[in-house]
T-cell receptor, first 113, second 113 residues
Framework: GAVVSQHPSRVICKSGTSVKIECRSL??????MFWYRQFPKQSLMLMAT?????????EQGVEKDKFLINHASLTLSTLTVTSAHPEDSSFYIC?????????FGPGTRLTVL | EDQVTQSPEALRLQEGESSSLNCSYT??????LFWYRQDPGKGPEFLFT???AGEEKEKERLKATLTKKESFLHITAPKPEDSATYLC??????????????FGTGTRLKVLA
């Protein structure tokens, strides 16, 4: 399978700060990138879908101005949580996808104090 | 409404005690059903993709089957290292012609030595 990395793996920040999460697919060209959020003991909730070079499509209830997604290349996508608050604390997982093949990153644990 | 339901929520097995996990789904334009394994604090790890009713796939102690309404993940003679959360997801078509993935809430499996 493809190698997918996320950076950072863990981040703790103060309320009001912005956090950028990088997702790289090292040997796979992701035409589509999904970003998920997972709360403890819950399943993955799709936040947004982005196609390389296009604007992201956000799921209902996900604020596009708060969760900024950039998918500038086939191997890199970023998710920026702007003005993070404690309720944004979660496990964020990227999923680079091409055709029928979907991979997942190792996740980023965000804790907002 | 498209949805995926997994049962049971949690399952404790003795080592060697075979069992099955269930994933029932309703989705428009099913394109594929996926099984993943997720360990705590990590992203999902791909196990199987099933595309059509009657299809079966096997990998070591795991076997996945698919009908028109549900999928089963059979675990034969499980070992403690099989302990994880098993996620089911379906890929379906949206009204706009794009694909979407819908995840179940998972089954937390604990295999006791």
């Amino acid at each position: 399978g493809a190698v997918v990395s996320q950076h950072p793996s863990r981040v703790i920040c103060k309320s009001g700060t912005s956090v950028k999460i990088e997702c790289r697919s090292l040997d796979f060209q992701a035409t589509t990138m999904f970003w998920y959020r997972q709360f403890p003991k819950q399943s993955l909730m799709l936040m947004a879908t982005s196609n390389e070079g296009s604007k992201a499509t956000y799921e209902q209830g996900v604020e596009k101005d708060k969760f900024l997604i950039n998918h500038a290349s086939l191997t890199l996508s970023t998710l920026t949580v702007t003005s993070a608050h404690p309720e944004d604390s979660s496990f964020y997982i990227c999923s680079p996808t091409g055709g029928d093949t979907q991979y997942f990153g190792p996740g980023t644990r965000l804790t907002v104090l | 409404e498209d949805q995926v339901t997994q049962s049971p929520e949690a399952l404790r097995l003795q080592e060697g005690e075979s069992s099955s996990l269930n994933c029932s789904y309703t989705v428009s334009g099913l394109r594929g059903l996926f099984w993943y394994r997720q360990d705590p604090g990590k992203g999902p790890e791909f196990l199987f993709t099933l595309y059509s009713a009657g299809e079966e796939k096997e990998k070591e102690r795991l076997k996945a089957t698919l009908t028109k309404k549900e999928s089963f993940l059979h675990i034969t003679a499980p070992k403690p290292e099989d302990s994880a959360t098993y996620l089911c997801a379906v890929q379906g078509l949206t009204t706009s012609g794009t694909y979407k993935y819908i995840f179940g809430t998972g089954t937390r499996l604990k295999v006791l030595a």
